[in-house]
């Protein structure tokens, strides 16, 4: 199985400062297609996983600019820009494209500083 | 618009079966797939077990032996099963689809399944 290693497990951010999250995985994420099948979600407290980004750096429909995700391989950045008050939560990366099982990181809890 | 919503029992006494349906809408389970992903209270997400739109299933290999999951195209229902629960079930279980594009792109509101006497 993929292992999907996070850090920092916690993130303190100031209200229009910048976040940085990494998300490595245990071996390369690209597929024999020549996609890279790493995915970045966000849960707000008390709500469900919401889509960010979605195969390495493409911002799901309604995801403001602020959010930009980068990397390739084993090795994958989620970046947020100018932080407001409804991007804190817990984000998770997740791999699929060697499935079963499909795998998430263990998660960064983004919270004020 | 795509929705998806879970429910069943919030309360499952241990050694017992759990039962959830993922009731869902705005899409055809037979061009997309239904993931399960749990979340343990104060903890990660962990996939469980998945159903294609072909009508296959795929499921996480510490659950296997005690998992099924199936649907019913005619009411747009995907349904898990797990017997033998215990403590460590104890969960936010929520459904999730899959479409040829993207991955876990619309989730369910998920309900809240604690194993106890």
């Known amino acids: 199985d993929v292992v999907m290693t996070q850090t920092p497990v916690s993130l303190p951010v100031s209200l229009g400062g910048q976040a940085s999250i990494s998300c490595r995985s245990s071996q390369s994420l690209v597929h024999s297609n020549g996609n890279t099948y790493l995915h970045w979600y966000l849960q707000k407290p008390g709500q469900s996983p919401q889509l960010l980004i979605y195969r390495v750096s493409n911002r799901f429909s309604g995801v403001p600019d602020r959010f930009s995700g980068s990397g390739s391989g084993t090795d994958f950045t989620l970046k947020i820009s100018r932080v407001e008050p409804e991007d804190l939560g817990d984000y998770y990366c997740?791999?699929?494209?060697?499935?079963?099982?499909?795998?998430f990181g263990g998660g960064t809890k983004l919270e004020l500083k | 618009q795509v929705q998806l919503k879970e429910s069943g029992p919030g309360l499952v006494q241990p050694s017992q079966t759990l039962s959830l349906t993922c009731t869902v809408s705005g899409f055809s389970l037979t061009s997309n797939s239904v993931h399960w992903v749990r979340q343990p209270p104060g903890k990660g997400l962990e996939w469980v077990g998945a159903?294609?739109?072909?009508?296959?299933?795929d499921y996480n290999s510490a659950l296997k032996s005690r998992l099924s999951i199936s649907r019913d195209t005619s009411k747009s229902q995907v349904f898990l099963k797990m017997n033998s629960l215990q403590t460590e079930d104890t969960a936010i279980y929520f459904c999730?689809?899959?479409?040829?594009?993207?991955?876990?792109?619309?989730w369910g509101q998920g309900v809240m399944v604690t194993v106890s006497s």
């Open positions: 159903i294609w739109s072909g009508g296959s299933t």
């Open positions: 999730t689809r899959s479409s040829w594009e993207l991955d876990f792109d619309y």
């Open positions: 997740l791999q699929s494209t060697h499935f079963p099982p499909w795998t």
